[in-house]
Structures are given as structure tokens and as C-alpha cells.
Nanobody, 121 residues
Framework: QEQLVESGGGSVQPGGSLRLSCAAS?????MAWFRQAPGREREEVAT????????YYGDSVKGRFTISQDKAKNTMYLQMNSLRPDDTAMYYC?????????????????WGQGTQVTVAS
């Protein structure tokens, strides 16, 4: 069964940067980052399709976050720049091994344990 290991969360001041990593134990069809703040629904941050590298971003992170992958290492990254306090949340890595919509939480069969990102001065 696919397993995901996340790393890279932490605390940063507004305007700062962080890089998250997610290593998958096997091949994937698509991978994504979701985030969930207290009292809010889990929302899609960014998605990448493994084969062609096509990407998708949520409106709130466009132009600030970049999703990328190292296919040889089955690893996905999320470079987060110009961080804002409203980016504060638990960030989850998700992966799907077969064809799927790759955008909602129901589209992904495997989830990481989550890594906390806190943006505060």
C-alpha cells in the first residue's frame, strides 16, 4: 500500500518562505497538497500529475506557491513564498495511484500525516 512521508513544516514570519516535501513509497498518478485550518474544511492547495507534470493551483496561492516533483525519487515539493498569516494550517500530502479527478479529497486514496505551517510575526 502506498505510503507518504511529509517534511518541511514550521513557523515563519509573514513574507517568509517554506518548502514542504512529500515522499511516496511507490508510483503515483497524481499528487497534491491540501490544507486545513481550525474550523475550516480541507482545501486543495496544488496538484501535480506525475506523467506530464501538469499543475493546478488554488486561487489563494497562485503566484506565491509552486508545486514540483522529482519523479526518480517519487517525491513532490511545495515551495511557499510570500507567506501570509491566512496560510497558517495543517498541510497534508495526498496521492492517487490510478486515474482520478485529482482535485477533491475523495479523489485521493492515500494521505500523509500532515505537517503544521504557522505564519505569524
Amino acid at each position: 500500500q502506498e505510503q507518504l512521508v511529509e517534511s518541511g513544516g514550521g513557523s515563519v514570519q509573514p513574507g517568509g518562505s517554506l518548502r514542504l516535501s512529500c515522499a511516496a513509497s511507490g508510483d503515483t498518478y497524481c499528487m497534491a497538497w491540501f490544507r486545513q485550518a481550525p474550523g475550516r474544511e480541507r482545501e486543495e492547495v496544488a496538484t501535480i500529475y506525475t506523467d506530464d507534470g501538469k499543475t493546478y493551483y488554488g486561487d489563494s496561492v497562485k503566484g506565491r506557491f509552486t508545486i514540483s516533483q522529482d519523479k526518480a525519487k517519487n517525491t513532490m515539493y511545495l515551495q511557499m513564498n510570500s507567506l501570509r498569516p491566512d496560510d497558517t494550517a495543517m498541510y497534508y500530502c495526498a496521492a492517487e495511484t490510478g486515474p482520478s479527478g485529482c482535485h477533491t479529497t475523495l479523489d485521493f486514496g492515500t494521505w500523509g500525516q500532515g505537517t503544521q505551517v504557522t505564519v505569524a510575526s
